[in-house]
């Protein structure tokens, strides 16, 4: 009876000692609502990375984040990529959101809104896109009526320059 008790014991405190290891504070926030933090994995830093030194960046760990509104007609990201083999570099870049197009650098200004009943739909991933008044366009299916009448256009019509 006291081998088995014995051997519980062993087993839980064995066990115990992998749990403390993985939350262990290793690291630190860069970048979002905890900069600067003590941290011990991405979960740790709202909106940033947790840097982990010696720690070899990867594309698991040193990834962007997706584009999230910014301000009226823009869109913002951290784009996060492996500088070195241990250092995450992040960097904030800004796009024309749907509906507008251009290019901006700060967030704030290089963005039009598309023609009227024109719309944009910016891509997916990682580009900018929605650069000229060419990426914008009437959606199939728009009813517009003017002193002649109502018409429908049957297909997506882009803007030409």
């Known amino acids: 009876?006291?081998?088995?008790?014995i051997v519980t014991a062993v087993i839980a405190v064995f066990m115990g000692v992998p749990c403390l290891a993985s939350t262990a504070i290793r690291g630190t926030c860069q970048g979002g609502l905890n900069d600067g933090q003590p941290c011990g994995s991405d979960a740790d830093c709202t909106g940033g990375i947790c840097r982990?030194?010696?720690i070899a960046c990867t594309s698991t760990n040193c990834r962007s984040s997706s584009w999230v509104a910014?301000?009226?007609?823009?869109e913002r990201r951290t784009r996060r990529y492996c500088s070195t083999a241990t250092q995450c570099t992040s960097v904030t870049q800004y796009r024309c959101a749907a509906g507008y197009y251009g290019r901006s650098l700060s967030g704030s200004t290089g963005?039009?809104?598309c023609p009227e009943n024109g719309v944009s739909v910016p891509p997916d991933g990682d580009l900018i896109g929605l650069t000229a008044v060419t990426d914008c366009f009437i959606p199939s299916g728009t009813?517009?009526?003017?002193?002649t009448g109502t018409?429908?256009?049957t297909n997506d019509c882009y803007y030409t320059e």
Do not use: A, N, Q, R
């Open 52 to 54: 982990l030194p010696e």
């Open 70 to 74: 910014h301000s009226t007609g823009y």
């Open 1 to 5: 009876m006291k081998k088995v008790f």
């Open 143 to 147: 009813e517009i009526t003017d002193s």
């Open 111 to 113: 963005c039009t809104p």
């Open 151 to 153: 018409y429908t256009y």
